[in-house]
Structures are given as C-alpha cells and as structure tokens.
C-alpha cells in the first residue's frame, strides 16, 4: 500500500470516530430513530460539543484555567485522545506485526494481558490523581470498551496493510517469475536453431542462407511482439509456421511435418511462446526423420478453446541420449500453465506405440 493511500485511510479513520459519535448523539435527541423533526440541536452544533468538552468541561462553567477544569481536561485527553492513539498504533506497529510474522503463542498472549491489566493500572491512577469524583466501575468498563476497539481497529489496519503488502508482492514475484520464465524459452531456442545454421554452413551456404532469413522473421516475433502478456493466435501460429518451415530446410524430406489448424483463430489471445518448446521437441526427439508425417502438429479451435496436438516418432531402441535442455523446457512450460491458466487448461504427455503424444487444451476465456 502506498504511503499517500495508508495516510489517507488513517486519517478517515480517526475523523469518522468523532462524527459517528456526535451522530449517535444526535440521532439520540429524537423520540425514534427517524423522528429527525424532533432534534433540539444540529448535529453540528453536537460536534461542537464534544470538541469543546475536552477543554471546557460542561460542569466547570468558562472558568479554564481551574485546577478541577485542567483536571477533568486532563483526565479527558488521557481517557479519550491519547489513551485511544496509544493503544491504536501500539497494536498496529508493535503487537501486530509480532502476530503476522511469528505465530508463537508468546507474541498473542502478551497483547491479551494488555489489553486486560492497562485499563485497570490507567483508571486506578486516575482515580488517584482526578480531583472530581467519578465512578470507578462505570470508566474502568468504558476503558476496557475502549481498549478492545482500537485495539481490533489497529490489529485490522495492520492485517490490512499486510495482505495488501502480500498481494503486491505476490504480484511482483509473479511478473518477474513469468519474465523469467519466457527468457528461458527463448535463449533455448535460438541456440538450437543457431547450431542447426552452423551445420548448414559448412555443407550447404543457399540452405543456410535461406534459414538465416526464416530465423530473422522468427526473432523479429520473439523480440518485437511477444513482449507483452497475449498475443492473437493467428501470429503465434504463423510464428510456429515459420519455425516448421526452417526445420523443413534441413532435411530431404520435404514431407516430415504436417501442420493443421481446424477453426478459426479469430481475435483470440494467448501467453506468447506456449506452444513452441513443444513443436521444438517433437523435432528434436523424432528418431526417423525419413518418414513422411512423422511430426504431426494440429491445432484445433472451438470458441475460446485451443486445443494443441503434437506427435512424433519415438522409437525407444533407437532414441540417442539428448542433453536436458528438452526437458528443462517442459518444466518451464508446464510452470507457465500453472501461473498463466490456473484451473483453465490440460496438459497429457503420454508415449506409446513408438510415438511421443503431447495434447494441451487452453481455456483462453477468463472466468
């Protein structure tokens, strides 16, 4: 919470203590609740009042400077201004935050017996001290009722302050967390794919060049326009179009992947990148390449639902340990959905008959 807004809710607080006091006061003067017409006195005139009594006490007259005046006038100041604060901000910067950030059972006994010794020690000295007669029983109740008051009102201040303070963290980790997230993608990426150049250059220069071009358009989208939460579907799908067809430049077979999107993507939004780690695994880990159809990616859309398939050839007895980039990414994907798409999205990884099957389904609407 801001500095400026916490202020600002302080000072609400302790204006509308004396102006719901002075209401009640004033609501009091009519035979019922809405008997308005019957009011002897405005309610600011009531206000007035009770600012002034605690310098001029009703029963002392004008005479200010007496010393059974500047009692009461003390007394007063202790039991309904500085008696209040104390307890309110003792409560929202000291006792509470204890509470919050250690939950031993020391820190919530303590402001217990506070709240039920200090009334008694403060009235018991007033008691002492006050030069006019009071009753005992009637302020060391009123006291307590005091007490509890704003020492709740402190207590909430504080868990509001806090929950506030856990939410705009908890935000932050999150963006920073999804930043995170999406850089790991990225450099994985590039970095397979500028391997897969390097090989091209030493055996074919058109192919390289060509792929060079196809990795511009690639990093002109990854660079330029997926800073930002959503993108439409339509370009993440032309993204990973042009990916398809850089992976095409380097094999003979012209027939390996099969990419089909059923539906129309519309002005559908999705996290940028999503699907991409997926589509770069299907190729890395298809054990025969020669195969015509052997990656098959499909897309398929209904209303606000993306449904994602990819598949590849995976035959166990053939496959070549990889490094764990692969699965890093996985990971990172799969923590993507959870912060992204909570509650709005599965995801089936499943390997069978010599094929590695992966289905991601992608609720885009938000609840």
């Known amino acids: 919470m ?15 203590i004396p102006l719901t006091i002075s209401f009640y006061n004033w609501a009091g003067q009519a035979d019922s609740f809405f ?6 006195k405005n309610f600011f005139q009531i206000l007035f009042e009770g600012f002034q009594s605690l310098f001029i006490h009703p029963d002392m007259g004008s005479m200010i400077g007496s010393l059974s005046n500047l009692t009461m006038v003390f007394s007063y100041l202790i039991a309904y ?16 935050p204890k509470v919050l950030n250690s939950r031993s059972i020391r820190n919530v006994i303590i402001p217990i017996v506070f709240v039920l010794v200090v009334p008694f020690i403060i009235i018991k000295l007033l008691s002492l001290f006050t030069l006019v007669a009071w009753s005992f029983l009637y302020s060391l109740s009123l006291t307590y009722v005091i007490t509890a008051f704003f020492a709740i009102s402190g207590f909430f201040f504080c868990l509001l302050e806090h929950w506030f303070q856990t939410e705009k963290l908890a935000k932050q980790n999150l963006q920073s967390e999804l930043a995170l997230l999406k850089n ?51 370009d993440e799908i032309r993204h990973i179009e042009s990916y398809v ?7 003979a077979n012209r027939e390996l992947v099969s990419l089909s999107v059923q539906g129309n993507p519309g002005n559908i939004l999705i996290a940028p990148m999503l699907f991409i780690p997926f589509v770069e695994n299907a190729f890395k880990h298809c054990t025969d390449k020669s195969i015509p159809n ?7 859309i209904h209303d606000n639902q993306v449904q994602f398939e990819s598949v590849n050839l995976s035959d ?17 994907v799969k923590r993507r959905l959870e912060i992204l798409y909570p509650g709005r999205h599965s995801l089936n990884i499943k390997e069978e008959n010599n094929t590695f099957n992966v289905t991601l389904t992608v609720n ?3 609840h």
């Open 2 to 16: 801001k500095k400026s807004v916490r202020i600002t809710v302080h000072v609400c607080f302790w204006i509308m």
């Open 35 to 40: 008997g308005l017409e019957n009011h002897s």
């Open 81 to 96: 201004v500085i008696f209040p604060v104390t307890i309110f901000y003792l409560f929202y910067g000291y006792f509470s």
């Open 184 to 234: 790991q993608i990225n450099p994985h990426f590039l970095f397979n794919t500028l391997n897969n150049i390097d090989s091209l250059i030493k055996s074919n220069t058109e192919k390289a060049s060509e792929t060079l071009v196809k990795l511009s358009e690639i990093l002109r989208y990854m660079i330029y326009e997926t800073n930002v939460a959503n993108v439409q579907l339509a």
């Open 245 to 251: 067809e850089l992976q095409k430049l380097q094999f």
């Open 294 to 300: 052997a990656v098959r990616i499909t897309f398929t």
């Open 316 to 332: 166990r007895t053939q496959r070549i340990n990889k490094d764990e980039a692969s699965g890093v990414g996985l990971n990172i």
């Open 364 to 366: 885009t609407h938000e």
